[in-house]
Every structure is written in structure tokens, then in C-alpha cells.
């Protein structure tokens, strides 16, 4: 099979809620583990002969907060005139803020969301309700305002995912002009999706009443440049997988291979 060519701008790894780009653990000062949020993928798209750059952003910040935090990274790190955005899951929503309200478009060729909850999560609503607020008033009653405060500031991203602000944020964040989107969601059979996100999974299932990846539903990752679905939950969308039905089902490397077209065609037009 003919591999695809690589673009010629380099990609932009964006992470999701929680996420990090890579972070060293050393093992009894003898050696090191390196862990990457996108589990492979830099290489493999290196190995294609592309330039990879992999943001990393304040991990549960609001969208705004995230955005800026991209805009830095990239000023300081990618050299290159133009390049391509690849955001997973909530870097998706960071990536359009800052394609449209940071001047992100005038160097950005593309962006290509992963399970991008373009339309919120009802889950967000959950978290929200249901554990912030309540640890909110406990720390409001037994220490300073201080420590409510930076709870808030922790844990921004909850409020923005909710579906009722993300209806905002799309009313303030139209697609820049002059950058080509792209959308995909994941679609897992139940035999393929982790054990940690069934309950999830199910949850936001009755919620949202559609398929989902365990964390993001299907109708709320489709946006501009909707490419469809693919078998992987939530977490084998960035090379993470666990078990062998996972592994069968779907193959990140070759899903990654599967974006270049796309970008290759944002070059050309």
C-alpha cells in the first residue's frame, strides 16, 4: 500500500481535558519512562517525514486560559510560517479560540478535531452539579476564599464544557476564514470501550440518547469538515489501548495515516 506524502507544514498535537504532552518517570533512578498523551503518534508521524510540535496546556484551565497557553506555545516553538492543528478531545474547542479570537488563522492551515465536544457534555453538567459546587460550599464554610477560588480556577474546564455554555462559545467562535476544519468522533462497539469509561459511557448514553466514545457523544464532536466515526473510545483515539478488543477493532497509526489527505488538501487550496 502507497503511504501517504507528509505535509509540507508541520502538525500541532493538542491534548484534551486532563492531558499533558509528555512527562518523564524515573524508576528507582536506574532509567526512565516517557509517557506521551498522543501514545505514538509524534513517531509515527515523524516517521512519515512530517514535523510534529505536541502543545502542552493548563490541564483542567478554561477554554481561554488553554487558548492563550496555546498561542504561547506555539509563538515560542514553531518556527514555521504555517502548520496544522490536531486537537483531542476539549483542544479541539482551545484550538477554534484560538484560531478565531487570538489571530491563530493567520498562521493555521487546518484544524482536525478528535471527539471534540463541539456541543458540550452532558457529563460536564454532572461534574459540575454534583462535585464541584458541593466541595465549593464545603471550602467556603471551613477555610478561605482563597482556596474556593482556585478550586474554580482548577477546574474551569467542567463549567466551559457544558452543553449550555458551549452553545455560547460556538455563538462567539465562527470558523475562521481561510482555515479548512475537520471533524471525527469515536464509535466503539461496547466490547471495545475501556472498562473505566462503560459507566460513563452509559451514563451519557441516557443523557445525550446517542452513541458515544465513552466520555464525548457522537452528535456532539460533529463539526465543519465532518469526517464520520471510527471503532475507538476515547483513549484509543490518542493510542492508548488496553486490551485485546480494542487492538482489534481499530489502529491508531493507520487512522493518523488516514488525516493526511485531509491536510494535504488544505495545503493545496
Not at 513517531?43 to 488553554?66: F, K, N, Q, S
Not at 452513541?211 to 476515547?234: E, F, I, Q
Request: with cysteine; charged share 20%.
Amino acid at each position: 500500500m502507497m503511504l501517504p506524502v507528509a505535509p509540507r507544514h508541520p502538525i500541532v498535537l493538542v491534548h484534551g481535558l486532563g492531558g499533558f504532552d509528555c512527562v518523564r518517570i524515573e524508576l528507582l533512578r536506574l532509567y526512565s519512562v516517557q509517557i506521551e498523551y498522543f501514545n505514538g503518534i509524534a513517531d509515527r508521524l515523524r516517521a512519515r517525514g512530517a514535523t510534529v510540535h505536541t502543545a502542552a496546556l493548563p490541564p483542567g484551565g478554561a477554554i481561554a486560559e488553554r487558548a492563550e497557553a496555546l498561542r504561547r506555545f506555539i509563538d515560542a516553538n514553531v518556527r514555521e510560517p504555517k502548520f496544522h492543528l490536531v486537537a483531542h478531545s476539549m483542544g479541539g474547542l482551545d484550538s477554534r479560540h484560538y484560531l478565531t479570537a487570538l489571530s491563530g488563522a493567520e498562521r493555521a492551515v487546518s484544524l482536525t478535531t478528535l471527539a471534540t465536544p463541539h456541543h458540550g457534555s452532558a457529563l460536564a453538567d454532572l461534574t459540575t452539579l454534583h462535585l464541584i459546587e458541593p466541595v465549593a460550599r464545603l471550602l467556603g464554610k471551613f477555610g478561605p476564599q482563597q482556596w474556593v477560588e482556585e478550586l474554580y480556577r482548577q477546574t474551569a474546564a467542567h463549567s466551559d464544557l457544558r452543553p449550555a455554555s458551549c452553545a455560547e462559545f460556538n455563538a462567539r467562535t465562527p470558523n475562521a476564514p481561510g482555515v479548512a476544519y475537520y471533524s471525527w468522533a469515536g464509535e466503539p462497539p461496547n466490547a471495545a470501550l475501556h472498562g473505566l469509561l462503560q459507566l460513563p459511557g452509559a451514563v451519557l448514553a441516557r443523557l445525550e440518547d446517542g452513541p458515544n466514545d465513552g466520555l464525548v457523544s457522537v452528535g456532539s464532536a460533529k463539526w465543519s469538515g465532518w469526517r464520520g466515526t471510527v471503532p475507538a473510545d476515547h483513549i484509543s483515539l490518542v493510542g492508548w489501548q488496553f486490551t485485546r478488543a480494542a487492538r482489534d477493532r481499530f489502529d491508531p497509526a493507520a487512522f493518523y495515516d488516514k488525516l493526511i489527505p485531509d491536510l494535504l488538501a488544505a495545503e493545496a487550496g
